[in-house]
């Protein structure tokens, strides 16, 4: 028999580190602990491992998702460990891997990506996957002894806590197909749905073959009634031929009454054209103009906005214009940035180079003497030069500043604004001022004096030059800018001329007026003016529109006309030998399209009395081979019926007597009841009820706590009378709604009826827990796992 050994995860939803834990220390092994610290994320873990799902996970949306549910980090990799021991021996080890970096859609709930491996042992060492010994002759529903082991685990193994009831939330019918292989008539309910298979379809065909047999008698007694009419008002038609101009009509071979009718409407069409060509000419008109102001839009606005132009060459030239101001603007901005740097007195001079260097480069070669002394002496000058040089500096500005304070203060005594001592008057603090900077003055080197003199020459004579240059460009250029937004609205590509030039054609050639709605000039910008003039065109295109009086649509016209290749030239219908089209030839070639309905009605209803003739035989055949069909399947669903009841009595027994131990407190002290089909005419079910002859599922009629004593009753039942070789039972919080009765019980039925099967429980409470362990502790040593201090105290 096959127990859980050894488990480790990493990366796993609430376990980030590496965790492990030993099943095989012994077989009561009861998880306790507050909601939260992971109980039932390691129930997930082993049912992940033995079915590659967690059945308690629903796709509640379709939507994507940037983090993967069962991943602490999506960043990184997720690795579970579970080992299988027989007889304290690994049996095998199940590894499961969920990549770094999945993306959106394997996120999803509905798509996990899960590699699931089969190790001969335990690895020693979990840093290299290479390293692992990978068994590929393993395989686990054969190790287990259960070749359904992914969608019975949760009938077998596993009771799950907030889907203790999952197995009886599905439909009767649902319920018999997850356990029906238990049955072991599992080819014999597959023949029985192939031969269901076959009557559904001979039923279908058959259905198929009435449908038509009516549906052919129906269209003989037409063609009958329509053939007397023929004959009736087409007593010449055997000499009739047809006008010729019509090649279509000419070598018309029908193929169904409704071809015929359409061959004549087409007709129809034609000859109100032949009589209606100035009506026709207007319907064009109105067509054509409908179609210039609900789809061409682009065209009319294109006409608006380059329609005075004559030519392409004037739009490129345009295009031009425009890459030039753009030139402009751009140097417009520069010598705007250049100004804003240069119009502080004591701006970054070695910036005011650069841009000068880039902006003004003849300028800058005039001084390049003076500019490689500047730049010689700064490298050449000392970090505390430098800084005295910038004392000085802001000395003169401070200066600069209070003297235009103090020219506002009447006060006869003044604070010193650089060390704030009290002067009695101006004048001292004057003295006092200019001693202190021929101090500092006198500290600078000579290579300092020299920067300074040659920055104070280039500020007058290189950056002020620049400035008044940069003045003037900008005062002459910057107005033919404001000529950059109407000549960007002229510009468009070649093919939207070609399609606007179309387009004016076809205004000139039927007169109508457009010039008011174009630009005067291509310097003009519309902007959204152009939105109110694109109106008025449109309104003005529709003030031009032909009065029509024939309700006929164009499209049906024009459909028409394609279809029988003709044209209409000058007021005239042509067909494709230039021949024109007459009324008295479309009138011919209706007489003619009479006599070619009268032949094929003839044929045709020869032809369908043999059709109906051969579909009658053909339903009879099917019919005598429906009823064989049924026979067999019934016989054969009987029979089935009778083995599955008798294979479902060995497990209702069991089902009484143990859920008749769990449930204690029912009021009539009696078990649940299992039922299945009996009867051929239903489908196979599975039925709990609380009555022998109770007719209503047990979902319908039982509480909550009932319930979740029913189906672990199901489970214990479903391992007595069929059990696999994985003697595990895993039940997460069993107890959360039974009474204390019914607790009692529970555990009683679990200590002596599965005394060698391996138990994995759950409770949130402590006191439930040493109940629990109470009631093992002389049948074996219980571990109990407090779950909170495991968790916060966590080995590797």
Same mark, same amino acid.
């Given at each position: ?6 488990l480790r995860l990493k990366n796993f939803k609430s376990f980030g580190e590496p965790f492990f834990l030993d099943f095989s220390s012994s077989d009561v092994v009861i ?15 082993? !049912? ?128 018999? /197909? ?38 052919? !008698? ?60 100035g009506e026709y000419s207007n319907l064009e008109f109105n067509y054509f103009l409908n179609l210039l102001i609900e789809q061409r839009e682009q065209a009319l606005k ?5 329609? &005075? ?6 739009? %490129?030239?345009?295009?031009? &214009? ?89 006060? /006869? ?18 003295? $006092? ?35 008044? #240059? ?80 024939? $309700? ?23 067909? /494709? ?36 003739? #051969?579909?009658?035989?053909? &339903? ?12 067999? &399947? ?40 299992? %039922? ?36 672990? /009753? ?9 059990p696999t070789q994985l003697k595990t039972l895993l039940i997460d919080d069993p107890v959360q709604t039974m009474d204390e009765m019914n607790l009692a019980s529970f ?45 916060? $105290?966590?080995?590797?």
């Amino acid at each position: 028999m096959i127990k859980l050994g050894r488990l480790r995860l990493k990366n796993f939803k609430s376990f980030g580190e590496p965790f492990f834990l030993d099943f095989s220390s012994s077989d009561v092994v009861i998880f306790d602990g507050p909601n939260g610290f992971g109980k039932t994320t390691l129930f997930d873990a082993v !049912e992940i491992c033995l079915t590659r799902k967690i059945g308690r996970v629903v796709n509640t949306d379709g939507k994507q998702k940037d983090t993967h549910l069962l991943k602490k980090d999506s960043t990184e990799v997720t690795e579970i460990f579970l080992e299988l021991k027989s007889e304290n021996i690994t049996a095998a080890v199940i590894y499961l891997r969920i990549p770094p970096q999945t993306t959106q859609q394997q996120n999803k709930p509905a798509l996990f990506t899960l590699e699931r491996m089969l190790l001969s042992e335990w690895p020693s060492q979990f840093n290299d996957d290479s390293e692992y010994s990978y068994d590929e002759s393993l395989n686990l529903e054969d190790l287990l002894g259960n070749s359904e082991l992914e969608s019975t685990f949760d009938l077998f193994n596993y009771v799950q806590q907030e889907e203790t009831c999952h197995f009886l939330k599905n439909k009767e019918s649902e319920r018999h /197909s997850i356990i029906s292989y238990l049955f072991g008539s599992i080819r014999q309910n597959e023949d029985r749905g192939k031969l269901n298979l076959i009557k559904k379809k001979i039923n279908a065909q058959l259905s198929s073959l009435k449908e038509d047999i009516t549906g052919l !008698e129906s269209e003989k007694v037409r063609v009958s009634e329509s053939l007397g009419l023929l004959v009736d008002n087409n007593e010449d038609a055997q000499v009739m031929e047809p006008s010729g101009k019509l090649e279509f009509i000419t070598n018309f071979i029908p193929i169904s009454n409704e071809q015929i009718g359409g061959a004549r409407d087409a007709l129809e069409r034609l000859l109100w054209l032949t009589k209606n060509i100035g009506e026709y000419s207007n319907l064009e008109f109105n067509y054509f103009l409908n179609l210039l102001i609900e789809q061409r839009e682009q065209a009319l606005k294109d006409i608006m906005l380059s329609g &005075h132009l004559n030519s392409y060459e004037q739009v %490129q030239k345009a295009d031009r &214009h425009v890459l030039s101001l753009n030139k402009l603007g751009l140097k417009i901005n520069n010598f705007r940035s250049f100004l804003s740097l240069a119009e502080y007195e004591h701006s970054d001079l070695p910036n005011l180079l650069e841009k000068i260097s880039s902006y003004f480069p003849n300028e800058y070669l005039k001084h390049k003497d003076k500019l490689d002394n500047y730049f010689k002496a700064s490298k050449e000058v000392g970090g505390y030069q430098k800084v005295l040089s910038k004392l000085l500096e802001s000395r003169k500005n401070l200066k600069t500043c209070f003297d235009s304070h103090i020219s506002e203060v009447r006060s /006869s005594k003044t604070n010193c604004p650089f060390c704030g001592d009290l002067k009695n008057s101006n004048e001292q603090l004057r003295l $006092e001022y200019e001693k202190q900077s021929k101090v500092f003055e006198e500290l600078q080197s000579d290579t300092l004096s020299a920067l300074n003199l040659l920055e104070t020459d280039l500020r007058k004579n290189l950056v002020s030059k620049c400035t008044k #240059k940069a003045n003037r460009f900008i005062e002459k250029y910057s107005r033919l800018l404001d000529f950059k937004l109407g000549l960007e609205e002229v510009v468009l590509p070649r093919e939207r001329w070609e399609r606007m030039r179309k387009v004016i054609e076809w205004l000139n050639i039927n007169e109508i007026e457009f010039s008011q709605f174009c630009k005067a000039d291509s310097s003009v910008f519309l902007g959204e003016k152009g939105l109110y003039r694109i109106q008025e065109f449109k309104s003005s295109l529709r003030n031009v529109s032909k009065s029509i009086e024939s $309700e006929i649509s164009f499209d049906e016209i024009k459909s028409t006309l394609k279809g029988f290749d003709l044209s209409v030239v000058s007021n005239q219908v042509l067909n /494709s030998k230039a021949d024109q089209l007459t009324g008295s030839d479309v009138e011919l070639d209706l007489k003619f399209l009479n006599l070619v309905k009268l032949k094929f009605n003839s044929d045709k209803l020869t032809a369908l009395d043999e059709r109906i003739k #051969k579909l009658q035989i053909l &339903h009879g055949t099917l019919s005598r081979k429906e009823s064989t069909i049924k026979g067999i &399947h019934s016989k054969y669903t009987k029979k089935i019926k009778e083995y599955e009841k008798s294979v479902a009595k060995q497990l209702a027994i069991p089902f009484y007597i143990y859920s008749s131990k769990i449930l204690q407190t029912r009021p009539d002290g009696n078990g649940a009841f299992l %039922q299945c089909a009996e009867s051929t005419k239903d489908n196979g079910f599975i039925r709990f009820t609380s009555g022998l002859n109770d007719a209503h599922d047990a979902w319908n009629t039982m509480s909550s706590g009932q319930l979740s004593g029913l189906v672990i /009753s199901f489970m214990l039942a479903m391992n007595k009378v069929y059990p696999t070789q994985l003697k595990t039972l895993l039940i997460d919080d069993p107890v959360q709604t039974m009474d204390e009765m019914n607790l009692a019980s529970f555990v009683q039925l679990l200590k002596y009826e599965f005394k060698d099967s391996q138990l994995i429980l759950s409770t949130h409470e402590r006191k439930v827990a040493n109940f629990l362990a109470y009631k093992y502790q002389l049948q074996t040593e219980p571990k109990l796992v407090n779950m909170k201090k495991l968790k916060l $105290e966590p080995t590797t």
